[in-house]
């Protein structure tokens, strides 16, 4: 029978240090506190590039697109202990670029006392320079839409939502994202075959 030492464990390790091949408290207090650094920063590689062009697609230009996304891994990192599951991390991600999105045109039209109209996405000479000129014609097109048409195309055919995902992103029935891309692919083939 092994005599017991007030304050020293008995695997080895003494008050504060761990046995051989244990984690302490404090190793496994940083483990825990880097875990949802280490799933936003994943979300981020995996998934930050196709949620700055969806962003850029609704607002227009690629600094308040970045911003936008910015925004939103920020607010998922603080909303992390608060969420249910990490599996609603991207879903979260999504609704937080379109919300703010929905945000950047309401700052907007408030900054200029008018509606917002609609404009064409303004480019950089040397993206214009690159560009063909269906594309440019057709992102013209899509800037024109009305902007829940914008946005069910972009969730829709940038990031590849399916139309559930869609739905719950924009807080829509399933049936008003159908009707909603079918309206607005109808009017994008009216003008683009115009143009073209």
């Known amino acids: 029978m092994t005599d017991s030492v007030p304050g020293v464990d008995p695997c080895g390790g003494g008050i504060g240090v761990p046995a051989a091949g244990l984690p302490g408290v404090g190793v496994l207090r940083q483990q825990q506190a880097s875990a949802p650094a280490d799933l936003v920063a994943g979300l981020y590689q995996a998934h930050g590039l196709a949620l700055v ?76 320079a690159m560009a063909h000129e269906e594309s440019r014609l057709a992102m013209q097109a899509v800037s024109r839409l009305p902007r829940r048409a914008r946005e069910v195309l972009a969730l829709r055919y940038y990031l590849g939502l399916p139309d559930a995902e869609i739905a719950a992103a924009l807080g829509i029935s399933r049936g008003s994202v159908s009707s909603t891309a079918s309206r607005a692919l109808a009017v994008l083939a009216r003008e683009l075959k115009g143009e073209l």
């Open 53 to 128: 062009r969806t962003a850029l697609m609704l607002v227009g230009d690629k600094p308040t697109a970045e911003d936008v996304v910015q925004d939103a891994f920020i607010g998922l990192y603080r909303a992390m202990p608060r969420l249910s599951g990490n599996d609603k991390a991207l879903a979260y991600l999504r609704a937080s670029v379109v919300n703010g999105c929905r945000s950047v045109h309401r700052a907007r039209s408030r900054a200029f006392a008018r509606p917002v109209q609609h404009s064409p996405a303004v480019w950089s000479a040397e993206s214009a």
